[in-house]
């Protein structure tokens, strides 16, 4: 019996991975997403991108929301309201190996993004990406994504730490000087 359990668990494993190659033609298929994504976002064209998602296509952003094919848009108008109808996003897309399961294909990779907003404002950061993908109909769909960026290092928490320091430092300095101008008369009115 327990021949017969680890042939069985050797056929599990082995044949995945006889099946992991993915041809070529699979993996520019998976190329020409990543270049279809690109353009979507340097062309302000989320709609060119959404076609592409399988029906069920759930994903985890940067933001950590979760969406939808329907449901990404809100996020998309949050990021280009911040950037301004004048402002520009790209996006590299630089994968590592895709794994291949059959039909099934787990791509990952970092994206390397730069915005500059239309007041003149430069964000360059890369983020952490993983797509699951089945092959349906001879096209390959992406069914589940996540995104993810460093927590505490990228460029938009430093931003918003500067900013923070900038509000501390002029409200420690209106302070101070709310603080010594009232202990100066307090002591100017006690001379008298």
């Not at 989320?46 to 329907?70: C, H, I, M």
């Not at 390959?140 to 993810?148: D, E, I, K, T």
Request: overall charge positive; hydrophobic content about 45%.
């Amino acid at each position: 019996m327990r021949t017969l359990v680890a042939l069985l668990l050797t056929v599990i494993l082995v044949v995945p991975v006889c099946a992991a190659d993915g041809s070529e033609e699979d993996k520019e298929a998976l190329r020409a997403l990543a270049r279809l994504f690109e353009q979507a976002v340097a062309q302000r064209d989320l709609k060119r991108f959404q076609s592409v998602l399988a029906p069920e296509f759930a994903g985890t952003l940067v933001t950590d929301e979760v969406v939808n094919r329907e449901t990404m848009t809100r996020f998309w108008d949050w990021v280009w309201g911040l950037i301004g109808p004048k402002g520009q996003w790209t996006v590299k897309i630089e994968p590592d190996p895709t794994m291949f399961f059959g039909d099934v294909a787990v791509a990952r990779g970092v994206s390397n993004d730069r915005i500059l907003t239309e007041k003149g404002r430069e964000y360059a950061y890369s983020w952490h990406w993983t797509v699951v993908l089945q092959k349906r109909e001879g096209q390959w769909r992406p069914v589940a994504g996540h995104g993810s960026l460093d927590p505490l290092g990228n460029v938009f928490i430093q931003a918003e730490q500067a900013w923070m320091k900038g509000i501390f430092g002029v409200g420690g300095l209106v302070a101070g000087l709310v603080v010594g101008g009232g202990a100066t008369l307090f002591l100017r009115r006690r001379r008298r």
